[in-house]
């Protein structure tokens, strides 16, 4: 694998080196995040990024013809836009798992294009980068392989998937071989939902406000912790850490509920073994973005610091959450480091 390394790593230079080196003439100053007058390394779970030249394997699928946002591509943009936050370091995934549609022949082909091109940039940047691999969940056998390669191979630190597949959540025992591929590699599960298609009918978050997104997305990451939990899947891979989008949804925020649920409703039929909040503090970890001083207060309560990370969702215009972290009266100087960057350090295996 030392050969497949190099080779990619004499890829990635030769492809990047131009944007490499615009990237060092054109950046800003870098943004320096302290704590307690201390430098600290910040990472950025939340990270999104698409490869282009993936349309080609889709011509004549019945996926061709998708668009690439080009402001979702990597470049010196990207960099930029990172030293201007103060993020050291971003795990980048590729979202919104359209290829979970493809047959298996095409989404090895979809998949395996998008590994090779994030392994070739973090190579290029090595101390700025890691990689999460978006794999085909239609398929849990295939996504474990994938997961299995990118991570011994490639060198890509955790998987990413949806809430869901093709509205299905993934708890179904069918999926279990994923999970037990990431659970033995000691790798996290970043899970990142899509407008919660699978939970609301066609048109019901439609008209103003863009609530596809903002209630949508952390509805549909709210269904999908809550089914890892009370399906059991959590407790059949207790070693598993799930990290999901958008500060846990809507759970942490109401989780009082869930925390009574399988005593008083006689149709809950609960396969977990624990209450809903002991996941929340061990396999559970959610990223910082609620945007305001009460909300990080509360996920911090539910959760504890040590399960709440860093989140961007780079390249959208959401307000930044670094300052928020830092600047937190209610957190300690201990709190606000693991947050930025030090939980992240140690579930990505980052040496800082």
Same mark, same amino acid.
């Given at each position: 694998?030392?050969?497949?390394?190099?080779?990619?790593?004499?890829?990635?230079?030769?492809?990047?080196?131009?944007?490499?080196?615009?990237?060092?003439?054109?950046?800003?100053?870098?943004?320096?995040?302290?704590?307690?007058?201390?430098?600290?390394?910040?990472?950025?779970?939340?990270?999104?990024?698409?490869?282009?030249?993936?349309?080609?394997?889709?011509?004549?699928?019945?996926?061709?013809?998708?668009?690439?946002?080009?402001?979702?591509?990597?470049?010196?943009?990207?960099?930029?836009?990172?030293?201007?936050?103060?993020?050291?370091?971003?795990?980048?995934?590729?979202?919104?798992?359209?290829?979970?549609?493809? @047959? /298996?022949?095409? &989404?090895?082909?979809? +998949?395996? #294009?998008? !590994?090779?091109? %994030? $392994?070739?940039?973090?190579?290029?940047?090595? @101390? /700025?980068?890691? &990689?999460?691999?978006? +794999?085909? #969940?239609? !398929?849990?056998? %295939? $996504?474990?392989?994938?997961?299995?390669?990118?991570? /011994?191979?490639?060198?890509?630190?955790?998987?990413?998937?949806?809430?869901?597949?093709?509205?299905?959540?993934?708890?179904?025992?069918?999926?279990?071989?994923?999970?037990?591929?990431?659970?033995?590699?000691?790798?996290?599960?970043?899970?990142?939902?899509?407008?919660?298609?699978?939970?609301?009918?066609?048109?019901?978050?439609?008209?103003?406000?863009?609530?596809?997104?903002?209630?949508?997305?952390?509805?549909?990451?709210?269904?999908?912790?809550?089914?890892?939990?009370?399906?059991?899947?959590?407790?059949?891979?207790?070693?598993?850490?799930?990290?999901?989008?958008?500060?846990?949804?809507?759970?942490?925020?109401?989780?009082?509920?869930?925390?009574?649920?399988?005593?008083?409703?006689?149709?809950?039929?609960?396969?977990?073994?624990?209450?809903?909040?002991?996941?929340?503090?061990?396999?559970?970890?959610?990223?910082?973005?609620?945007?305001?001083?009460?909300?990080?207060?509360?996920?911090?309560?539910?959760?504890?610091?040590?399960?709440?990370?860093?989140?961007?969702?780079?390249?959208?215009?959401?307000?930044?959450?670094?300052?928020?972290?830092?600047?937190?009266?209610?957190?300690?100087?201990?709190?606000?480091?693991?947050?930025?960057?030090?939980?992240?350090?140690?579930?990505?295996?980052?040496?800082?």
């Amino acid at each position: 694998m030392h050969d497949r390394r190099s080779f990619l790593k004499t890829v990635g230079a030769v492809g990047l080196a131009a944007a490499g080196a615009a990237s060092a003439f054109a950046q800003p100053s870098r943004k320096e995040v302290r704590v307690g007058g201390r430098r600290v390394t910040v990472v950025d779970v939340h990270a999104h990024c698409v490869f282009p030249e993936v349309a080609d394997l889709l011509a004549g699928s019945a996926l061709a013809g998708r668009a690439f946002p080009a402001a979702w591509t990597l470049g010196p943009e990207r960099i930029a836009a990172m030293d201007e936050r103060g993020i050291d370091i971003q795990a980048l995934s590729v979202n919104t798992y359209w290829w979970y549609a493809a @047959d /298996r022949e095409l &989404a090895e082909r979809i +998949v395996g #294009l998008h !590994d090779r091109r %994030l $392994a070739e940039w973090c190579d290029a940047h090595t @101390d /700025r980068f890691v &990689a999460l691999s978006s +794999v085909a #969940l239609q !398929d849990p056998e %295939l $996504a474990a392989a994938q997961l299995e390669f990118a991570v /011994r191979e490639l060198g890509h630190r955790g998987a990413s998937i949806g809430g869901h597949v093709d509205n299905e959540p993934p708890t179904h025992p069918k999926y279990d071989p994923f999970w037990a591929a990431a659970e033995e590699l000691g790798v996290p599960v970043f899970m990142h939902p899509n407008n919660a298609l699978n939970v609301v009918r066609e048109g019901g978050l439609d008209g103003r406000g863009g609530l596809s997104n903002i209630v949508g997305n952390p509805l549909e990451t709210t269904v999908f912790l809550t089914h890892m939990i009370f399906d059991g899947t959590l407790d059949r891979f207790p070693r598993l850490k799930v990290c999901a989008a958008h500060g846990g949804g809507y759970l942490p925020s109401y989780l009082g509920r869930t925390e009574v649920a399988c005593a008083v409703r006689e149709d809950a039929n609960c396969a977990n073994a624990k209450p809903p909040s002991a996941y929340l503090k061990d396999q559970i970890m959610v990223d910082s973005m609620v945007f305001s001083a009460e909300g990080l207060r509360h996920l911090v309560a539910e959760t504890g610091a040590s399960q709440v990370v860093y989140g961007s969702d780079i390249p959208f215009l959401w307000p930044d959450t670094v300052d928020l972290i830092a600047d937190a009266d209610f957190l300690t100087d201990a709190q606000k480091i693991a947050i930025l960057g030090g939980n992240l350090l140690n579930l990505l295996r980052i040496e800082a």
